[in-house]
């Protein structure tokens, strides 16, 4: 069987041949009787030099014209002769031609000659190998008729009734028009009567039913040639026609497959595409078409049945493609993304098994077959006339992803071979994106997956910041990206807000940028402050980038990034920034004054400037302030300048009166409308302060005699806060703190006790000796202030400050306060 591609190739070569032939009669005595002017063309004799005469006046030898009788026997009873042969030019050169010889039959069983002469090599180089060539040329089948000036026929050959069904005693002595009443015979007759007028050719294609195939629409290229006397006159016209249809057909399945590569795979929505596959076959292959895929592939995963294990298995698919002639699509009895079973014994499941396509060109809906196992898919086959089928597995990487059924009711053409090629051909192409799609959506599930873990569920500020943040991807589809935003609680009240933003979009930034939120709060429970929490981080990005060089095919795993980190103390109202290359926040005052505060700028993170060190900047923040957090993709764009968002995002926040979750909404409705380049992350913080009566401070002397009076102090406060029941545990961590301030610190001690979440005790000095916890042996007099205080506290831990360090411990406090 010819390909469709070898069809699309051979196919132009054979009108080609025709047309361009030079063609000539001769009768039973080898007598020329009618030239064209392609002949005069090719060979260079005119009309009047060899009509009337010898057709061996065109062979180059003496010899070979001896044996033209024996040669003429042969034809005669092979009924015509094709091949290469020598041909003789006026100025006496030898042509290399192709000849074919083709019997004419005319009125009372008389016979003539048609003779046409063709320069293969001139026909198509390149084109297709000279044995196929000549193999296709030798057996086309071409349909000949000769008519007078009067467009009466007077000779036709046998193919021609081949291809229009008219019998010879019914075409000679009659016009086209008398035989094949109808449009087309009366085009043919005037593209007839235009070739007799000019005296050359012409090329007309035409549409037809021949007897042979009369359910199938055929194509036909008819080329005309002007028939001249000896006096180069018109005698009338030949006709040569040629069947094309296998080269229309080939033409239109290319027409078919161009459309799918646009139609296709135009989303990453596996129901999707499996609806444009079923669109595109409707009408252009079948009259009906579903797509049923299994019921994992929407979902992402890998499906569970391969080719060689279906056999037994329940199977069920969902419909994701649903097309029909019919509006509505009222052959189906499952609508899209409803789920579907497959019976049993059906050649759906024999596909499904096989992995083969299953073509049943007539289908046997009759009581007993496979179409009764459903019963409401047999009536549905009957009512709409389905006569033939096709069912092509859809297949990738030997996983089986769905079927796709085509059907044909209104056209009554039974489907063939060459449709089964162009149906898997289509499903193929839609196979790969179904793979894809699938993939994207396993892909894009993780990844949201991977957006809820890493961002935070639930801002929790504690006492000190009511927050709330936004984030938009700049990779809409897959929903993550390097941008993240987090509050951290810190003790003592205090709270860490912090925002970043990691180089690059999409799977591979978003694991980056959880890499770096998990290493920030391991550092902030180290408590430092944020100048030196930023120089940690820097290292870490600098040693995962290390640690990447060392595998050169794997993605590096963070390309640089920026952040911005501050600590907020609601008891002093004092806020502690430190950024790397990140934009400084914005600060919002209770009356709506913005300012963006001038932070040293820091290197970004990881780009291998850690000798520089970063600075933090300590504000004092007004009551009732609002801190904005923001990542570069909510100012910058490559329309404006980052002091053009600046201002927009300063105008927007000048309104702190709204609810946070509000004023976070106006302000990411000021990034412009077209898709980002960047994502964009915002963090909106309102501040809020202690109550002076929620803190009690006191100084106290280095002296071990302080003690006692610092147990009293606070027993005191307790009571008047109504903590009656916390002062033993409290007097004894107390105690112990102050303990460890004489003996191991420096300078004068400071207490202070904090009533907020917890009950929070906090001794300060001015060493720089940090506590550790050790395990004493029982010899041991000393080593067990720690252990006991981590005890009876909820937990307890040490920072620096500024001129010394803080120890602190927290308990739990009564849920009734």
């Known amino acids: 069987m010819m390909s469709t591609d070898q069809a699309a190739v051979l196919e132009p070569l054979r009108v080609r041949e025709i047309s361009d032939a030079a063609i000539a009669m001769i009768d039973e005595l080898g007598t020329v009787v009618a030239w064209t002017q392609a002949a005069q063309h090719l060979v260079g004799y005119c009309a009047e030099d060899v009509v009337g005469r010898s057709a061996t006046l065109l062979l180059p030898s003496s010899e070979e014209a001896l044996g033209v009788s024996a040669f003429a026997e042969q034809c005669r009873a092979q009924g015509g002769w094709s091949g290469p042969a020598a041909v003789r030019h006026l100025d006496g050169r030898t042509l290399n031609l192709r000849v074919r010889l083709s019997l004419l039959r005319g009125q009372d069983a008389t016979h003539r000659w048609l003779v046409s002469l063709t320069d293969i090599g001139a026909l ?16 086309a089948p071409v349909g000949i008729t000769i008519r007078d000036p009067q467009l009466r026929c007077t000779w036709a050959n046998d193919t021609m009734e ?92 290319l027409a078919v497959l161009s459309q799918a590569s646009t139609r296709i795979g135009s989303t990453l929505d596996v129901m999707q595409t499996g609806q444009e596959l079923a669109s595109l076959a409707v ?81 046997d809906a009759s009581p007993g077959t ?44 039974p489907f063939d071979e060459d449709d089964l090629l162009l149906a898997e051909e289509l499903v193929t192409r839609a196979a790969l994106s179904l793979d894809n799609a699938r ?109 990447d060089d060392d595998a050169p095919d794997q993605i590096p795993a963070i390309m640089g990034a920026t952040c911005v980190y501050a600590v907020y103390d609601p008891a002093t109202r004092q806020c502690t920034m430190a950024r790397a290359g990140h934009p400084p926040p914005a600060i919002v005052d209770a009356q709506g004054q913005v300012t963006f505060p001038d932070l040293p700028t820091g290197a970004p993170l990881g780009l291998g400037l850690g000798l520089v060190p970063f600075d933090a900047v300590e504000v004092e ?31 927007t926040l000048a309104e702190p009166e ?51 009076d610092a147990r009293h102090l606070a027993a005191h406060q307790l009571s008047e806060w109504g903590l009656e029941h916390l002062v033993p545990t409290t007097e004894l961590i107390i105690s112990e703190l102050v303990t460890n301030a004489i003996h191991h610190g420096a300078g004068p001690i400071r207490l202070r006790l904090i009533k907020h979440q917890v009950l929070t005790c906090e001794v300060f000095d001015s060493g720089k000796c940090y506590p550790r916890l050790r395990h004493a042996r029982i010899v041991d007099e000393n080593g067990r202030g720690l ?28 849920s009734t306060l």
């Open 162 to 253: 081949r291809y229009d069904g008219i019998p010879l005693d019914r075409r000679i002595g009659r016009r086209l028009k008398d035989s094949l009443p109808g449009f087309e015979a009366e085009a043919l007759e005037a593209v007839m009567r235009q070739v007799l007028a000019s005296g050359t050719s012409a090329l007309h294609e035409h549409r037809g039913w021949p007897p042979e195939d009369p359910r199938r629409e055929h194509a036909f290229s008819a080329s005309f040639f002007c028939l001249l006397d000896a006096d180069g006159q018109a005698l009338g016209v030949c006709t040569l026609t040629v069947d094309v249809t296998s080269n229309q057909r080939a033409r239109e399945r």
């Open 787 to 814: 252990f006991l205080i981590a005890q009876l506290s909820n937990r307890w831990g040490f920072r620096s400050a500024t001129g010394g360090k803080l120890v602190w411990a927290d308990q739990e406090l009564p």
């Open 439 to 547: 993939q994207y959506t396993r892909e894009r599930t993780t990844a949201l997956a991977l957006q809820r873990n890493l961002l935070p569920h639930r801002l929790r500020g504690g006492v000190a910041v009511e927050a709330a943040g936004r984030y938009l991807p700049a990779d809409t589809d897959a929903g993550v990206g390097g941008d993240w935003f987090d509050v951290i609680p810190l003790p003592c009240a205090r709270v860490a807000l912090v925002v970043g933003d990691v180089v690059g979009h999409g799977i591979n930034a978003a694991v980056a940028m959880g890499r770096l939120r998990t290493a920030v709060r391991t550092l902030a429970d180290l408590d430092l402050p944020p100048d030196e929490l930023l120089n940690h981080l820097d290292d870490s990005v600098r040693r995962l980038a290390g640690e």
């Open 124 to 139: 198509s180089p390149g084109m297709v190998n000279g044995s196929v060539r000549e193999s296709l040329l030798a057996r």
């Open 283 to 363: 009408p252009l292959l079948a009259d009906y078409v579903t797509v049923d895929l299994a019921e994992s592939v929407p979902l992402g995963k890998e499906p569970s049945a391969r080719i060689d294990t279906m056999y037994g298995r329940p199977r069920i698919f969902r419909r994701a493609g649903l097309a029909s002639t019919h509006p509505g699509t009222p052959e189906s009895t499952f609508a899209r993304g409803e789920p579907i079973s497959v019976p049993p014994n059906s050649p759906l499941a024999a596909v499904l098994r096989t992995g083969r396509s299953h073509l049943e060109p007539v289908l």
């Open 658 to 708: 709204q609810s946070l979750e509000d004023l976070c909404s106006s302000v990411v409705e000021t990034v412009p409308a077209k898709p980002g380049s960047d994502d964009v992350a915002l963090l909106l913080a309102r501040i809020h302060t202690l109550e002076p009566a929620d803190i009690a401070s006191w100084d106290l002397p280095p002296e071990p005699a302080v003690v006692s």
């Open 621 to 651: 923040l007004p009551e009732g302030s609002l801190l904005a957090f923001y990542t570069d993709g909510l100012v910058e764009s490559r329309d404006d300048d980052i002091d053009v968002g600046m201002h927009r995002l300063g105008t």
């Open 370 to 413: 496979w179409v009764d196992q459903d019963p409401a898919r047999a009536q549905k086959i009957r009512e709409y006339g389905m006569h033939s089928l096709m069912i092509v597995p859809i297949i990738a990487r030997r996983a089986v992803l769905g079927v796709a059924l085509f059907s044909r009711g209104e056209d009554p053409v």
